[in-house]
């Protein structure tokens, strides 16, 4: 395709998106309104499947694109609530039987000519947390703040749902001017990275040949955009249990297994871990549980905790170490111990010839000039690479597809923001999703409408 | 006063005690559906006052008996809720009002003559619980079950009140065939170890003579008496808060002060404490609760622990190095510490010259005799000393008592049980109660009808 | 035999022993003057073995005597130089040859008439410990001081031979008069009991009926006697080392298995291993040595530790757990670790049959005579039990003996001592030697003597 | 002074440097032969002022040099024993007494004009390692071998000190073509990093403008050039001594304070402190001693520990939670805890400016040849800045000359070596000496000659 078409097709679809602002902050809201804990989140996931309906967009979802081989984290005796509530709200029995139990859906955009494969994908949970009500809040003064008591969006996951649908709308609108394939992933559980492995390598990446993904926020104002983050720390959440044997403390400690002494055992060894001469690496045991009572002899402890490394090889090496302390200590006092992986993320990279193709398509889309500044621009602002503060499981789509000689790419799009992610007085300036939608538009035409 | 006259004065009231006895089982039966835990027992000391009322025998309690300085282990936000349950029971708003928010009474019985003073103290609190409802108990069967949700008798402290308040009634109406001044002390929290001291130290030992405490069931059978009970563990009951700094374990531990790694250091040093060469010492940490989140540092760790020891300096010692302990982790990682003692109790014991007193009243009373070993009698088999295991805060009492001259027993009173004390399953049987009400009277007889 | 003919025997050998006296002493003091330690007695088993060849005594030595399998705590690089230095004190070479590197000998007595096993043990080894030489001591005065640097008779092992010896003389004469076999075993590496398990399972105790041995001196002053010893404390005593892999500190910690901090993590577990209900029990990691540079990690680190227990059930369990410490210890780090047991000893407790026999025979004798305390005579206060405090591997012997079948009977022979066992000062009352050689006498006559 | 001037005087003073090639040659392997361990450099000291003597260079030393506030782990007891073998190999017993027991020297050669004033720094010390004499090792085949048995120059300073005095000896002889003043300072005991401080600290650095310092070989090859290493790690040498109370573990233990107890909870706290989100931190426990036998509660243990920082910060953070960790310990059972620094550096940098015109020095006198790497060179490769691994106490000289406003300069002076630095098997190019002699030479000239 020539330059010139490109852009032709760029201005339909970017005309087309700003038509379509409202619904966009409209859908952002009602996201807003009712969100869900990871692997809860069945209201959203039949939001997301009416639209798609609605707009006769083909898509799949349930056990056909999530491996349950990874499904870490997910609090089972919750589901039958969560369905329930999400049916109170309107969403019907069929498209709840379907879901099988799991979260998640992907939107599949086949064009009429054959070409690249390209994956996007959205993360959909929110946090439990109780939103904050002061007045001075945008979603207090626009009634759009949260509806399910204890829980809110405080990281942009609606936003990026609500990209992914228009998004998917305009795309497949304009399927037959496209060529491939496009699929746009809506991702449950990420946080506590509990859900990424599952759908990483449930199918929606084979054959794929372009990831893209991308986090509003964060550290970048509205306005910036940084292609090509970096710096994502590999981890692993874990939680343990050890297993004694209780005994009265007075009248015969000798026949006890004291589980909360292996506990405290395990978590002094743990924390001696982290001088590594390869790069960062943490662990952090941050919750510990355990005993019965004051004169009984532990027969159980609980402790939840994770490794971070700034490469998988680091926190690999870490995690085998920790298990080793873990399991040693359980010797020590002849106690059992149990693992579960509650989540976990790898590190990975942007590919350098995708972050050259975005920014050409930046560039050619006028998104961005260089060297100019002007405040007006929908970009004013990009970086190449910009270091990821913490961990995502978006790594393990990245890595999946590289691995299959595809090529990823994060991006970080600028929103200026209420308060820290995570925060109950989060909020980010919506004006961002427009500019989110347009930047994976261009990067997308510049990467599947090339020549053959 | 002369042997056949204290005989006689028995004989009497041993009658009066079996006329009472449907009385006596009623009491402990009542006693037994409405059990409530220690510092809360509303309805509990309000039915005893009520009792005391009808009968008309002068009582006082509330902050007069009780010393605040050692009330251990209360649970504050609990008490309203407690009492509300007790007017709604049908305890008066009057009797409510003037306990000031503490439980436990004392009776008080002054005779014609002037006499000796003798304090008895049955203790009142049930434990946190659910009865078991199996069809063969026989608390189903007779129907007088817990009707309070999640607390039970199942330590015998019903029958033990029951004793207290039959004692009150035979003994008044036979106040003036009496000398001296007997004190009946109902004491709230004994489970625990909380309530003692403050009740030891409170008033009620004022000028006395003499200190007659016991324990239904533990080791002894049915028609077995214990006079004499040692080997009480002195104890501590300690609870301990560790205050850090939380901070993100991924992004800035250094700016964290970890309290849940602080506490595993303070159990470990802890657990090596016992080795002690002049008797029985012992220490266990039983809960540990720490920490808010996997990738946070823990800003707080709670601990529950005890100390005990065969002898109060052994248990004294050991306390002063627990705290070392723990003062000392918390310098190691710049956490404060906070301490609560939430129970206590002494070693005591009993004192040979009451010792040799009581046998000879229970051989004179015809309770006991020498070498006679007929299963139909109130008591088959007696022992003069016998190992008592584990804490009570009984002996704050006996220690006190012991230190202004007086002289103290402790009695283990034979009754066969179901399950073991503080099991579900626990229930005792019911005609100990009547043998004794008869023990605790003809060793009272004995000890103060003695000639001036 | 008859009571006459016994005390007629009893008296010979009594006389004898006095008219003795002056070599008895003079035995013990040659052995004062060159103590070694234990494993390493060859002058000492020259010694005993010249005496034995002078007398025509027949006696035992090297592997008939011992189990290898319990050469415990043996220095083996130091045993060519012990043998060099016995040789330069004038033992011969066939003597030291015939040894096979084994000390200890064993004295064998054949009574004319058939009868009863009777077993003598007395210890061998000195302490590593340097004489003190203040005036006031009499093996200065008297000339008689060590003359090994570095090494002292400062326990009373000296005395032990001595009586030995001289038995061995006097029960070798006498033997026509006697029935069945005495053996008088010399016992090396008492100290750190090291040497007992080898010489209990090395054949000196085949068909025994009786064990006697003892100890001069501990809390027993001159003219005391104890009869049956209880209380020895069951122990193990355990070199562990722990092997890692070094690396350095700064540049490359990961790489690194740290021998120094799992050795530290073996420690404050195995420090919390003593709280037991069923008696007594102890650890202690008394050294350790680990690392070899500041900015290297350790890759070995060596402790030395005990268990002890008031049974040897006690002490077998703690032994137990204390091994699951230690592999726990290094499976946390992945280290290895090494265990060498360096000694041992169990409980045991002399036979009732025998303490019994044997007052009987002091009074026969008049060694003691029930009621009478004159201080002039030979025994002038007599305990049937006293407990010992510590360890001793003469139990291995008593154990093994009754096993059998056999009985067995610890003596505390009354010594008045100047310093404690094993301070630098010590020396003992050398009148006790003959009180010594006449208990064990009138004990082996009774016990051997008897009617068939 | 024009470029040209400056070439001029360049190309003279290299010809008189290459003339001086065997000299130099000889003056290392002089020093070779009799290694010194830090702070116990007699001999050496005693040899440099020979030579400044022979030549009439002015120096100072002794007390006059030396700042005694950070004499950092000198085994003073050892100081006589190394002033009497310096004597025996021929050092003035007037040298050694003006001494005044502090090794270190400080040529000072003042110009005839004023100008600016460079101090260069030389290091002294050799390791307490025995040579290796294979055969195919130069300083066997040439005969200059350590005649000191365990101790070797295996490290390169003994080249260090001959570029010293060479260096000293040409500037010395050229002052009257020179402007300012050059000071050549011979620091004692840099392993351990122990002198650094003293002597930074010391009066030689006083209105310096410039610093000078380097190492020979590390990671850089003969005809490589680093100017401007970066990347020391801060550190501090610790030593703790923990002091209990022993008691015999069996018999009374509860009357021990336990110091390998103590030092164990100590290295375990310490181990955990060093995860940092500002860069790397490093703490190692490398050697414990503790305790004096197995049955005894240890009354004392000794470590040697190190932190280490990418920052002085990062590195005086953790070594302030050290001393709490380690208080905290001790505060635990009761110990006494003694510190003893042994050694410390800190991290520091090279200034740009003097990089860049150490760079334009190279140039001009043809050391080094933009684009050109030509083996036959001098410098055939030069990095601006290079890592160096591990800490050095020069730091402390660089960062006292910045605080005044002066500027630093540390080089890496390649030299091809046979083993790694502190291996036994150490050995280096001595054609390298020359090159370094050379650069300093340029890099002087171009520094002190500047136009006013």
Redesign the interface.
Known sequence: MECEEKQALTKVMFDEAEQLTEELIALRRQFHQYPEVGWLEFYTTGKIIEYLKKYEIPFRYGKEIANPQFFWGREEEQIALAKEEAKELGISNEILEEMEGITGVEAVITAKKEGKVTVLRFDMDGLPEEEARNEDRVPVKKHFCSKHEGCMHACGHDGHMAMGLILARILYENRDRLSGEIRIVFQPAEE?VRGGKSFATGGVLDHADYFLSGHLGMDNKSGELVLGTYGF?A?T?LDVTFLGVSAH??????TGK?A??C???A???L??L?????G???????????????????DR?FL???T?GETTEIEQ?LYE?AI??I????????CECQFAI?GGASEAKSDEGVIKRAKQALIQSYLWTEGQEEKEMDIHTLYEKKKF???EDVTYFMKEVQKEGGQALYLGIGANITAPHHNTQFDFDEKALLTGVKVYLAILIELMMQEH
Chains 1, 2, 3, 4 share one sequence.
């Open positions: 506590g720390l981890t959440k403390a007075g009248a015969s400690p000798e004291n909360l002494l506990a405290c055992h978590v002094m060894a924390q001696t982290c001088q590594d001469s390869r960062v690496s943490r662990i952090n045991v941050g919750v510990m549980k355990a005993g019965s009572g004051r004169n009984v002899i532990a402890a939840q905790l994770e971070r090496d170490k080793a302390c399991k040693g200590s359980a010797m020590m006092y002849g509650k503060k913490g961990s």
